[in-house]
């Protein structure tokens, strides 16, 4: 007589691959988990070679990088240039959108490729000649290039992601606007805008997390006074040798780790991801 098998083991005998995927997945959360705690601990040790732990701690490191490398002023660049690159995008890339989303013009296709090159593109492959034309003008190690290189593959992904969102507003909304009497720009301003709301708080975190990442464009036209934190972390990496020097190295990086999620927290807490699908799904309804 055959042995009957519960419906629940059956799925779990029938489906081993689950089980591989969770287990890949453990295997990268601990390694993840491991390399975060070794800079943790590496950035509070006072010396660690060959033992499991340091031989003591000390906060010592957090101070001494912060002089040596003057994370005061690396850190407000790097806030001011994200702000302003997330600024300028939003502001140009919005109305961008909305053309795009509302108009049919010959070439269209060939825009909409053109602004999708420099999300898709790794970013040193455009990098060099943008560099090149900073240097040229006399813009180089400046935070004026700092701040153009990053608007190149910012305001294409502003574009691309209001796009989507502009063209799921219903265009009767804006048609009968008209027919009160309102004008593009106060249709503009004070019909599309509250809809618009949660795709640009959504856009904006977005390109502010990319732009305080981003290295290869701003490494190649940053310097004194112009270098972001990711930036600083590479020249003080290639700059060091071993030892107390690799320590500093590891206190920067849980610096730039703890000012992105500081950034990602504040971004958070105006935009909050399931009001946003929310307030998308109600914009469709009401449509």
Known sequence: MAATVAPGERRLAARPSTWLVWAGMTAFGVFLLGILVAVVVDSFGRQWFATW????????????????FSLGEVVGVTVGVALLVVVISVLVGVPAA????????????VVMLLFLLPVLMPPITYGIPLATVMYSFGLGRTL??????????????????MT??????????????????????????????????????????LVLVRTVGLFELTFLVSGPGSDTLVVAIYRGMTAAGGGEARQLISAMSVIYTATMLAMLVVALRFVNPTQLVAQVKEARDDD
């Open 144 to 161: 004026t290039a700092v701040v153009l290189v990053n608007l190149v593959p910012s305001v294409p992904f502003v574009i691309l992601t």
């Open 98 to 109: 909305y053309v795009l989303a509302r108009r049919e013009f010959p070439g269209k296709r």
């Open 164 to 205: 989507p969102f502009i063209e799921q507003i219903n265009p009767a909304i804006e048609s009968a606007a008209r027919m009160c009497g309102a004008r593009t720009r106060q249709v503009f301003t004070r019909v599309l805008a509250p809809l618009l709301v949660p795709g640009i708080l959504a856009a904006g975190i």
């Open 53 to 68: 732990l340091p031989e003591g701690f000390t906060t010592d490191r957090y101070a001494e990088a912060w002089d040596r």
